[in-house]
């Protein structure tokens, strides 16, 4: 067996390759880790973490006015942006500091710079070279923006957690998670809000009511919804502001215009050319149900593949890994019903399927559902509504899917999730007694279907 400088080097110290890196070193393998730019990657630095924070951030103003149908009189408010974001980037950095002690204390050795697979079994880093009986990629993803005139004067989520000056005007170009979510945050901390999208409901491949209830209430948020639109050119103005053109002949200005119209796998300068590897149309990397791509020694998984782009699955995808390999096991992720929330205001929670999909697969589907105003908003004033929605085979009375929108939805759906995993049914939340008042018994108290 030839000698190598590790047993396992992985390229990207982002949420799978750290829980990978960790977890085979605690097993005794020999793990060397290369990042070229933050500890934690996507999630931590330009991602889930940062964005929830400026979500709790932008919910104040709300909260505030809510205030005043309880007694509170809070007084004349105002934001202050250079104090959450530099707040928010001094947390972002204690937990860089944190992920490089873990990653030390397990045993990796971090290298840090730009890898570079130089062979199947060789990566360089800054001009030195590395072997490795086996290579793991994990560079996840990157921000996608399209070219058009003026697109250089736009900003994708990388940037956006950084800017010099909160804006009083912003424009978000897109459809998915991050523009409906930056919508909110950007509305809820004082900007005037616009939403482009190029399709005629934001959410692709949600539930088309969970679709359509949340434009409701987004827009009742103030954000302008321009859906059936698309943003032409961008024109800078004297005073540094922006007018953008749109394909319905309008024109929007704004001091910040942000792209998020997708992400596609991080592939660029890895030397991916100097080995057999299969790669879709995208850049994503073609792996096997063990993660191996066509070149035998190197392995992937993350974002990079392209499978589900969540952080929670790329740790799965980790440990499978790493289990599967060094452990003796044969460890296979589960990609069915895996939960998600939509950090929008209000929030989205959803796990199992859409009514769409489930009429597709299913001759018999009841629906159960409920719209209410949260008990909070009888005397808060605000007109905001809860919309929840139960998914049911008729035949089997098996829970298909279930979908929330309203405060805390990712939190009420994580626990309905561990149910629908262990295959409940209909009847199982029946029996199940509620915790009252709250929002959440409504899952166990609904009798009869709408449809």
């Known amino acids: 067996m030839a000698e190598y400088d590790f047993d396992l080097f992985v390229i990207g110290a982002g949420s799978g390759g750290v829980r990978a890196g960790r977890m085979a070193a605690a ?24 964005k929830k924070l ?34 928010k980037t001094k947390e972002i950095e204690r937990l860089n500091g944190i992920y490089r002690n873990m990653l030390g204390n397990a045993g990796v050795n971090l290298i840090d710079g730009r890898a570079r697979i130089t062979g199947p079994h060789s990566v360089d880093v800054a001009g030195k070279e590395y072997t490795a009986e086996r290579i793991l990629i994990a560079t996840g993803g990157w921000p996608y923006v399209p070219e058009f005139p003026g697109s250089e004067h736009v900003i994708s989520s990388n940037e956006v957690f950084y ?29 005037e809000t616009s939403l482009i999208y190029r ?27 321009r859906f059936n639109n698309n943003i032409e050119k961008i024109e800078k103005l004297d005073d540094g502001s922006y007018i953008a053109s749109l394909t319905d002949g309008s024109t929007l200005e704004a001091d910040v215009i942000m792209y998020a119209t997708g992400r596609v796998p991080n592939v660029m300068d890895l030397g991916l050319e100097t080995i057999s590897i299969e790669q879709q149309s995208n850049g994503a990397i073609v792996v096997n149900d063990d993660f191996q791509t066509a070149e035998p020694s190197v392995y992937a998984i993350g974002d990079v593949i392209d499978r589900v782009q969540l952080t929670p699955v790329a740790l799965a995808e980790g440990m499978a ?27 989205i929670g959803t796990v199992g399927l859409s009514e769409e999909k489930s009429r ?21 004033g605000s007109d905001e509504k809860t919309f929840m929605k139960m998914l049911v085979d008729r035949d089997t009375d098996k829970v298909l899917g279930v979908h929330m929108v309203g405060p805390d939805a990712g939190e009420i759906i994580q626990g309905i999730a ?9 009847a199982v939340f029946d029996s199940t007694i509620g915790i009252h008042p709250t929002a959440a018994e409504e899952f166990v108290t609904m009798r009869e279907p709408a449809s």
């Not at 097993?27 to 940062?50: H, I, K, L, S």
């Not at 790493?322 to 929030?347: E, H, M, S």
């Open 163 to 191: 800017l010099d000056e909160f804006p009083k005007k912003a424009i978000v170009v897109g459809g998915g998670y991050i523009a409906v979510e930056f919508a909110g945050i950007f509305a809820g901390l004082g900007a």
């Open 54 to 87: 400026f979500v709790y951030g932008s919910h104040f103003s709300e909260e505030f006015e809510n205030a005043i149908g309880f007694g509170w009189n809070v007084g004349e408010a105002s934001f202050d942006w250079p104090t959450l974001r530099d707040n």
């Open 418 to 426: 561990v149910a629908l995993k262990a295959g409940a049914t209909k």
């Open 360 to 380: 597709e697969l299913y001759a018999n589907v009841d629906v159960y559902k409920s719209t209410f105003r949260a008990m909070k908003h009888t005397i808060s």
């Open 27 to 50: 097993m005794g393998v020999r793990v060397g880790m290369a990042e070229d730019r933050y500890m934690g990657g996507t999630c931590v630095n330009v991602g889930c973490v940062p």
């Open 321 to 347: 890994l790493v289990r599967n390999l060094y452990g003796g096991q044969n460890q296979k992720v589960d990609y069915d019903l895996i939960a998600t929330a939509v950090f929008c205001q209000p929030n």
């Open 199 to 225: 399709g005629d409901m934001f959410l692709r491949g949600f539930d088309q009511e969970v679709r359509e209830f949340t434009a409701e209430e987004v827009a009742k948020k103030g954000v302008n919804l």
